[in-house]
């Protein structure tokens, strides 16, 4: 992820003229394609992904618990007080999933059914939940 716009700028300079004989061009593509499978959770099926989600946000809250406990920085994402499932899934999925997926299904069309669509679904799915928890909290401010 320290990569992830240094890769995803190479893959776009050569998307629109691709050459599948050119090597520069081929590493570009794995290289993005390996991004692809390592944060692929959200484009796959909710009752698959959300137990995924469930563990990762165990880890990255034990971490911060942690770090918090030694007086150490904690990053925001990371920690509890600052996001929910939601609004943890919700930038992420705009801001990293969707511009890289949809990059990729222009080179390979037959993916923008079986990849964007079902991440478009999940950004609307935790965009409505994120607006249920955002009208709960205001109720009980009231
Ligand atoms: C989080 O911490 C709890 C309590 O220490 C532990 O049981 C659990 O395995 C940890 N989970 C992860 C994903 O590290």
């Known amino acids: 992820m320290a990569r992830h716009s240094e890769i995803m700028d190479i893959f776009k300079g050569k998307r629109e003229n691709f050459n599948f004989c050119n090597d520069d061009d081929l590493m570009a593509l794995k290289m993005v394609l390996i991004k692809c499978c390592d944060i692929s959770n959200e484009v796959r099926p909710m009752e698959i992904s959300e137990p995924w989600l469930d563990c990762l946000l165990e880890e990255y809250f034990n971490q911060s618990d942690k770090e918090k406990e030694e007086g150490l920085p904690v990053a925001a994402f990371m920690d509890r007080d600052k996001v929910t499932k ?48 955002d009208e709960i909290r205001a109720k009980q401010q009231t």
């Open 86 to 133: 939601p609004t943890a899934q919700i930038g992420f999925i705009k801001f990293v999933l969707l511009p890289m997926f949809e990059q990729v299904a222009l080179l390979f069309p037959q993916l923008h059914d079986v990849m964007v669509i079902p991440l478009r679904n999940a950004r609307d799915h935790w965009e409505r939940l994120k607006e249920q928890d």
